[in-house]
């Protein structure tokens, strides 16, 4: 009897949850639906209509999205700066932040409070002095903007992969150096294996953040050649003349849907990433 | 270790330390002293004081969008963390798909701010259309209110994430304890869960309180500030201080704009911080 009398208010709670979940869902669905109109079916008036034989347009707008508006090549230079900036980013970081929690000396300390400090600063505080140094030194390619990127994602990263250092015993380390290990290969031994649980969580937060980022690329690359996927959304609005709404939504449909796989395959990291970076941020 | 160690800085720490000085420390020391400067760029700067700063507080738009962004984060912080400690409270019960609940509702998370912007702006002047209402670009009520509720469907699950697992390391002898000794429901949750999950509560406060002040690429893509910069929030007011007006004197009082934007997002998160931490409970 008992048993019957709590699964009645756990069925309800259910059926509300699917409900508020389905209106969750429902603006991606709506673009999705829009996205296969065709573009004199699409205004504010008729959004919230299926499409119907005369309005379907196949996968036209999808097609035109690609074929000319430039999203494959959005989607490589997206794709190539994300990963060059997260490997290097995931490299360099943990490599530095072995050497300032094994090493006590002022710079380590005044490193590790620099990376703190620069998490808080707003990123319009720099936006313009960023662009000039990028400008100077000729880091305003996709190619080498990755130089930025870890700059300015250096003190999470560093932050995150110290907190993490601190838990690892000093024996193992001390061991692998009486062996007669170099401290680099004592690094890539012994210490890089280690730290591959909270690799994934750094990786999964730079990879969100570098992958939809939108200010520091405008700024930073030259906008009429190099387009990432965010700049490319955003210059439909301002360059087309007219908006045109079906390749936009193909555009979104197609930027939201490999981020939805890639969730969906690696959910349970992904959560896991997050919530450590806030709960240690 | 920490000798043979030592001599390897320019492997371990060089590289970073490099980019972190030309990503980071320059452009933040050149920014600080570009605030009190008139520049177009950053060569050809010349000292001005303070009247940088004098002009940035006269400027009645940072004004506006100072107000607006407040009001904006107030709002959209206590929605986004009562809704986001509702629905955890329920996932932490046993319901069937508790898990399709919570990959749902994290998901928007994941999505890039433009992107989110956008298909809110689809959505939302649809609805508006259908009210035979004014649209975004001429609505400010509406964009205010726009901001507000993608906000919560960007940050809800996210939020929720952090209180479903502050609510599983309450212990469960203290809520059966409570329960023995005659605690209602509603006892159980006001004396024993919330204060437990205070740590959580502050992250999740400092979290949204900070995210809300920072919001640029979700302002930029749903309202754009339009209409009128009436739905301009800080960062986007900095921004178009800096690249929507000419004249050379605006990329100096940008630049002071930016530096009192960052003081009060600094101070905003150690008010805050130190604040919930003084009734976080001992365990």
């Known amino acids: ?281 | 270790m920490e000798k043979a160690l030592k001599k390897y800085f320019p492997v371990f720490v060089l590289p970073t330390l490099a980019a972190f000085i030309i990503g980071f420390v320059v452009p933040f020391g050149e920014g600080f002293y570009l605030s009190f400067c008139k520049f177009i760029t950053v060569k050809n700067a010349t000292w001005v004081g303070f009247s940088n700063y004098v002009k940035a507080f006269h400027d009645a738009s940072f004004g506006h969008a100072f107000w607006f962004t407040v009001a904006f984060a107030v709002v959209s912080t206590i929605l986004i963390n009562v809704l986001a400690f509702m629905i955890a409270l329920v996932l932490t019960r046993e319901i069937k798909g508790t898990n399709i609940f919570r990959t749902v509702f994290f998901m928007p998370n994941l999505i890039g701010g433009i992107v989110l912007g956008y298909i809110w702006q689809i959505l939302i002047n649809s609805l508006l259309s259908k009210l035979a209402q004014p649209l975004l670009a001429l609505n400010t009520t509406a964009g205010y209110w726009g901001l507000i509720v993608l906000m919560c469907w960007q940050q809800i699950g996210y939020m929720m994430i952090i209180y479903i697992a502050g609510l599983q390391n309450v212990p469960p002898e203290l809520l059966e304890a409570a329960e023995i000794d005659g605690a209602t429901s509603r006892q159980s949750l006001w004396k024993i869960k919330v204060p437990m999950v205070m740590p959580s509560i502050t992250i999740c406060l400092f979290l949204t309180i900070t995210n809300s002040f920072k919001l640029f690429d979700q302002n930029l893509s749903l309202t754009g500030g339009e209409p009128a910069h009436a739905s301009e929030m800080l960062a986007l007011n900095i921004y178009n201080t800096f690249y929507g007006r000419s004249g050379a004197q605006w990329r100096g009082i940008g630049q002071a704009k930016a530096v009192i934007f960052f003081v009060l997002v600094v101070a905003i998160g150690l008010i805050q911080l130190r604040s919930t931490r003084e009734k976080e409970v001992q365990q």
């Open chain 1, 1 to 281: 009897m008992n048993a019957a009398k709590k699964r009645t208010p756990g069925l309800g709670w259910t059926i509300v949850l699917s409900v508020v979940s389905a209106l969750y869902m429902y603006p991606i669905i709506m673009v999705l639906l829009n996205s296969f109109k065709v573009e004199s079916a699409i205004s504010t008036a008729s959004t919230f209509q299926l499409p119907t034989a005369e309005t379907f347009a196949g996968l036209s707008n999808y097609v035109n999205a690609i074929a000319s508006k430039g999203f494959l090549q959005s989607l490589g230079y997206s794709l190539f700066i994300t990963l060059s900036s997260v490997a290097l980013i995931l490299l360099c970081c943990s490599m530095c932040a072995w050497y300032i929690t094994r090493v006590h000396n002022l710079l380590s300390r005044l490193m590790y409070l620099m990376c703190v400090f620069s998490m808080v600063v707003p990123f319009q505080m720099v936006m313009f002095t960023l662009s000039q140094t990028a400008d100077q030194l000729k880091l305003n390619t996709p190619w080498n903007i990755c130089i930025i990127y870890l700059g300015f994602g250096a003190g999470l990263a560093v932050f995150m992969f110290s907190g993490f250092m601190k838990s690892i015993p000093l024996e193992i380390e001390e061991a692998a150096l009486i062996d007669g290990c170099s401290p680099i290969q004592t690094y890539f031994h012994v210490v890089f294996p280690i730290l591959k649980p909270t690799m994934i969580s750094v990786g999964i937060l730079e990879t969100m953040w570098v992958w939809n980022d939108y200010l520091l690329p405008t700024l930073v690359l030259n906008i009429k050649k190099y387009k990432t996927i965010p700049m490319l959304i955003q210059y439909f609005r301002g360059s087309f003349g007219r908006v045109e709404m079906g390749p936009m939504m193909a555009c979104i449909i197609l930027t939201v849907l490999p981020i939805i796989v890639v969730y969906l395959l690696g959910q349970k990291h992904i959560i896991k990433g997050v919530v450590a970076g806030a709960v240690k941020g």
